[in-house]
């Protein structure tokens, strides 16, 4: 291990977090071959790569699995010879076996080789009850392949959080003994395996228990686990680590302690005590589900399984206290690790810094030698410091300011470079799923170049007032070179201390180059317009951000104005007019701004760091094509992926004459990468699918969505408001647009712009399928940008056989200000909805926080859905 200097620190600004894809459904593991492909599983069976040559996602191979109760497609490791024979390994759930097959396929190109797979390993479980199945799988460097399982295990109902020990007849479903404690078992465990090369397995030296099998499975080597759903072993050390996840009593009982996720190291076969104990051998006590009796606390220093198969007394081998552990609220040994909020612990990779490796990405020598480990519910990476014999050092937040969206797996590629598989938000297909790659650049770093402007269009002479946003990333000072030129005329240099004057008609650019005192350069460039004033247009009804009853027409209307349009005479000028006017409405099923907070994607990302939004607009023209045009120009390609590389090398260099007589400048401040990821997104964008209402002119009327009476969605109108006017002199026709949003008086919870610490949950009795629920204290919702004028309260759909909660309807910020507050009592039933009505007096537009409280306490309420209601009869 490298020693690196204390007063050497982590820059955190020299990271760089970069989307690979998105969209995932249930992404659970992915690996990185040493070519840089980046292969994922999702739960439902897809084997998908990513291909850093294209930095395009597609689906190698889908597997029939059963998915139910946490079962699926669960495990993945790439053999440490992949780049040879192809072999990839998979834990899967078939659907004509009960319980897990650990398999090896063959990869040859882009697909799975028909008849290649090898079963090494098949084990049952019962399909009787849902949970824990793990599934983790990583290779140590020894060649030895380490699987994961989970308990297999119901942790409702009797256990109330605490450990599932049911010994009564028929009751093994709800028996932790029967499988973690059971040294005949092969759930709850972390097995070690040697694959051969004939598609089998070796018994390696070490495990737990003796090849002969007498006094347990010989595979295993670590049991006493309760669900070690993501594992990791360095490379260097050959130590094993995994997070488990934990049970989940909110307080410490007669039955034994509350429930504490761990984080856990094994340099050594051995036994991790659950069920008889959990964190720092913490105890639970032996329990009479007949009678209700609470019996003695289990022994650490005699652990005996009363397991009645076993004999009533089976010694174990000692428990290993738990590395790292924490509960649901705040860990006093651990307190970098404090919630409050759910607990998913997950172990990844250790990093190993290599001085001679040459990428310009990788990761940093103040890193070397640490652990990272990550939490699913609570969004973060923190890395831990390890000493030269693998002792816990120091604990710290990875990038402290980022916020990861369920990160679910981490692998480092072979550029030294951290992979991160993100789930999303919420159960099943998530459109914030994604696959990032985080890179670490050392050295110098190419400035920014951005230009802040004043008007760009309008009649001459116009004054265009310019000024530079560029910056440097390690704060150098910047030299400037503003250039201006008008079409068909040669550049000419000029100074931005003052406006420009544009006294002649024609279409111009204005380009600024900044370099940095090692050369290092980036341009930006901005078309001005001169000869034609750009038109304005506005709404005016509905109110903006406001709340619409379904089952009535909603009237809208945009006011216009043009300064060369309106200027026209004649009668059919006005309708002229209204004929390059349009209102496209677009009713959805979710929120007004889906994916707000979702990070953009690369090629996204790097276009609004160039100058590409100048020219282009997704559903419009500006002085270019818009970008769905693009996209459907390179899908109708008979060789797309020529097409797509034509356009990098044409962005690159600039080109005139693809699109009509408008000029590109060459953009040369941008690597290959970086613009074949621009192309890729632009290539990804596909006209909306869902229904328009195209409404001619500035104004009409939009039919109800339900009659009275009737079920009524809920969601949001998305209005746009569209005129292009005539063009004037040597310019061509400028387009306004003007956008607006109302959403139905009922709205879902699930249709939150964003959440924290709950999750969404699937139900036929909420009323739009969904609910938010697994809700604790401090737990919250964001709905933005909401008009409150007008309405005098909210009625809130809820439920509760937890703790209830107080609910406060907070403005700007889960700490902001308070505008309402109802207390939820429990019902006793989680899905026997009842409304609770909460006044309102609030004005104005907000951000609004539904925060959730109940300080100590777990499991606290659902929530399906907020009803706002309206001062008068007439919804606005």
């Given at each position: 291990m490298i020693q690196v200097p204390a007063t050497e620190a982590v820059e955190w600004d020299r990271f760089e977090v970069v989307e690979l894809a998105r969209g995932f459904d249930r992404p659970l593991e992915l690996?990185?071959?040493?070519?840089?492909?980046?292969?994922?599983?999702?739960?439902?069976?897809?084997?998908?790569?990513?291909?850093?040559?294209?930095?395009?996602?597609?689906?190698?191979?889908?597997?029939?699995?059963?998915?139910?109760?946490?079962?699926?497609?669960?495990?993945?490791?790439?053999?440490?010879?992949?780049?040879?024979?192809?072999?990839?390994?998979?834990?899967?759930?078939?659907?004509?076996?009960?319980?897990?097959?650990?398999?090896?396929?063959?990869?040859?190109?882009?697909?799975?080789?028909?008849?290649?797979?090898?079963?090494?390993?098949?084990?049952?479980?019962?399909?009787?009850?849902?949970?824990?199945?793990?599934?983790?799988?990583?290779?140590?460097?020894?060649?030895?392949?380490?699987?994961?399982?989970?308990?297999?295990?119901?942790?409702f109902g009797d256990s109330e959080g605490y450990a599932p020990i049911d010994l009564r007849e028929g009751r093994a479903a709800f028996d932790a003994l029967d499988g973690s404690a059971n040294p005949f078992s092969l759930t709850g465990k972390i097995l070690r395996l040697r694959p051969t090369a004939a598609g089998g397995y070796e018994l390696p030296s070490g495990n737990l228990f003796p090849p002969d099998g007498r006094a347990g499975r010989p595979e295993i080597y670590v049991m006493g686990c309760r669900n070690p759903w993501r594992i990791a072993v360095d490379a260097a050390s050959g130590f094993l680590y995994w997070g488990e996840v934990g049970p989940d009593a909110g307080a410490d009982g007669p039955r034994g302690p509350k429930g504490h996720d761990e984080l856990n190291q094994a340099r050594a076969a051995g036994n991790f005590g659950w069920p008889m104990f959990v964190a720092d051998n913490k105890p639970y006590a032996r329990y009479d589900h007949a009678t209700k009796a609470v019996g003695p606390l289990f022994d650490a220093a005699r652990p005996l399984n009363p397991l009645p198969a076993l004999g009533g007394a089976h010694p174990l081998p000692p428990p290993q206290p738990a590395w790292i552990y924490y509960p649901y609220d705040g860990s006093p040994e651990f307190p970098e690790l404090d919630g409050p909020g759910g607990r998913t612990a997950c172990a990844g990779p250790v990093y190993h810094f290599d001085a001679a490796l040459a990428s310009p990405t990788k990761f940093p020598a103040a890193l070397d030698g640490q652990l990272f480990v990550y939490e699913w519910s609570r969004h973060w990476i923190q890395t831990v410091e390890l000493g030269p014999a693998g002792e816990r050092g120091k604990i710290a937040r990875f990038l402290p300011e980022t916020r990861f969206v369920r990160p679910v797996d981490l692998e480092?590629?072979?550029?030294?470079?951290?992979?991160?598989?993100?789930?999303?938000?919420?159960?099943?297909?998530?459109?914030?799923?994604?696959?990032?790659?985080?890179?670490?650049?050392?050295?110098?770093?190419?400035?920014?170049?951005?230009?802040?402007?004043?008007?760009?269009?309008?009649?001459?002479?116009?004054?265009?007032?310019?000024?530079?946003?560029?910056?440097?990333?390690?704060?150098?000072?910047?030299?400037?070179?503003?250039?201006?030129?008008?079409?068909?005329?040669?550049?000419?240099?000029?100074?931005?201390?003052?406006?420009?004057?544009?006294?002649?008609?024609?279409?111009?650019?204005?380009?600024?180059?900044?370099?940095?005192?090692?050369?290092?350069?980036?341009?930006?460039?901005?078309?001005?317009?001169?000869?034609?004033?750009?038109?304005?247009?506005?709404?005016?009804?509905?109110?903006?951000?406001?709340?619409?009853?379904?089952t009535r027409p909603l009237e809208v209307h945009a006011l216009l104005a043009d300064l060369e349009d309106d200027a026209e005479e004649g009668p059919g000028s006005v309708a002229a007019q209204l004929a390059r006017a349009s209102i496209t409405a677009r009713f959805v099923a979710g929120p007004p701004d889906p994916g707000s907070t979702a990070p953009d994607a690369p090629g996204l990302a790097r276009m609004k760091q160039s100058d590409c939004f100048n020219c282009h607009a997704r559903e419009h023209r500006i002085v270019g094509p818009s970008l769905l045009e693009i996209a459907a120009r390179l899908e109708a390609d008979p060789a797309p992926d020529a097409a797509r590389r034509a356009a990098v090398q044409r962005v690159r260099a600039g080109s005139t004459g693809a699109w009509g007589t408008a000029a590109m400048l060459p953009h040369p401040q941008h690597s290959e990468d970086e613009l074949a990821a621009m192309v890729a997104w632009i290539a990804a964008q596909r006209a909306d699918a869902t229904p328009l209402t195209v409404l001619t002119g500035v104004g009409g009327l939009l039919e109800p969505l339900a009659r009275p009476g009737e079920p009524a969605p809920s969601g949001t109108w998305l209005l746009e408001a569209s005129y292009r006017d005539g063009g004037a002199g040597p310019i061509g026709p400028l387009t306004a647009l003007a956008h607006l949003y109302v959403r139905t008086l009922t709205v879902e919870a699930e249709h939150a712009s964003e959440h924290h610490g709950l999750a969404f949950l699937e139900s036929s009795s909420a009323s739009g399928g969904r609910f938010a629920g697994a809700i604790d204290h401090g737990h919250w919702l964001?709905?933005?940008?909401?008009?409150?004028?007008?309405?005098?309260?909210?009625?809130?759909?809820?439920?509760?056989?937890?703790?209830?909660?107080?609910?406060?309807?907070?403005?700007?910020?889960?700490?902001?200000?308070?505008?309402?507050?109802?207390?939820?009592?429990?019902?006793?039933?989680?899905?026997?909805?009842?409304?609770?009505?909460?006044?309102?007096?609030?004005?104005?537009?907000?951000?609004?926080?539904?925060?959730?409280?109940?300080?100590?306490?777990?499991?606290?309420?659902?929530?399906?859905?907020?009803?706002?209601?309206?001062?008068?009869?007439?919804?606005?």
């Open positions: 690996a990185v071959a040493p070519d840089g492909r980046v292969f994922v599983i999702e739960l439902g069976g897809s084997l998908k790569v990513w291909r850093p040559e294209t930095h395009e996602l597609s689906e190698v191979a889908r597997l029939e699995v059963f998915d139910e109760q946490e079962n699926g497609l669960l495990g993945l490791a790439l053999d440490p010879d992949f780049a040879r024979n192809g072999w990839l390994y998979l834990l899967h759930s078939p659907r004509d076996f009960s319980g897990q097959h650990l398999s090896r396929f063959t990869l040859e190109g882009a697909r799975l080789v028909p008849g290649s797979e090898r079963v090494l390993l098949a084990f049952e479980e019962q399909r009787v009850e849902c949970c824990h199945h793990a599934g983790s799988l990583a290779f140590g460097p020894d060649g030895c392949l380490f699987v994961a399982t989970g308990d297999n295990t119901n942790p480092f590629g072979p550029e030294g470079a951290l992979y991160v598989l993100e789930y999303g938000t919420t159960w099943g297909t998530n459109a914030d799923s994604r696959l990032v790659r985080i890179d670490h650049h050392a050295g110098n770093r190419a400035p920014l170049a951005r230009i802040r402007a004043g008007a760009t269009a309008g009649r001459a002479p116009l004054r265009v007032a310019l000024a530079s946003e560029s910056r440097d990333p390690d704060g150098d000072r910047l030299e400037e070179r503003w250039t201006l030129t008008r079409e068909g005329d040669a550049p000419l240099a000029f100074a931005a201390e003052s406006p420009l004057e544009l006294a002649r008609d024609g279409n111009y650019t204005v380009e600024l180059v900044v370099t940095d005192p090692s050369g290092a350069h980036a341009r930006a460039a901005l078309p001005v317009q001169v000869g034609n004033s750009p038109p304005e247009l506005a709404f005016d009804r509905p109110t903006p951000a406001g709340f619409f009853d379904p964001r709905f933005s940008d909401v008009a409150l004028d007008g309405l005098a309260g909210v009625a809130l759909r809820v439920s509760s056989a937890g703790a209830g909660a107080e609910v406060v309807l907070r403005s700007g910020a889960p700490d902001g200000a308070e505008l309402a507050r109802t207390r939820v009592t429990p019902n006793g039933a989680w899905e026997d909805w009842y409304e609770l009505s909460v006044p309102l007096a609030a004005t104005g537009r907000h951000d609004l926080f539904v925060v959730f409280e109940n300080p100590g306490q777990g499991g606290l309420m659902n929530l399906d859905a907020l009803r706002f209601v309206p001062r008068s009869s007439q919804a606005r």
